[in-house]
């Protein structure tokens, strides 16, 4: 079997949602981190989400207005897929960002055994 299991335990880390703050930006539009860049998630049902279910916290660090955007709640004539774009941009960043500063490191565990 390949890819990612959908029905796997939902991933809450709390750290990654803290990490936030020390974002030197919003990962998608560069604006400089205020103290407004969160975590912003993906809500769908293959990212762990689900009628009354948080989804996983894969991190995407955002502004305020770029979160409004991603989850739908400014009126801005994008479309679903123009917005999980944003969000997917926002994800690759975040990830480089954690790796390059010592946040998020790999392991040694065989993924095998996990």
Known sequence: ???VQTCALPIWNQKLRDYAQY???CFYCGKYNDGSVVLAHWRSISMGAGM???PHDLPAYVCMAC???IDGRTKSGLTLD???QMWL???RNT???LLQSGLLAPTDKNPALI
């Open 67 to 69: 979160h409004d955007l």
């Open 89 to 91: 941009r926002a994800h």
């Open 95 to 97: 990830v480089l960002w």
């Open 1 to 3: 079997m390949t890819g």
């Open 52 to 54: 009354g279910v948080k």
């Open 82 to 84: 123009d917005r999980e």
């Open 23 to 25: 974002a030197p930006e």
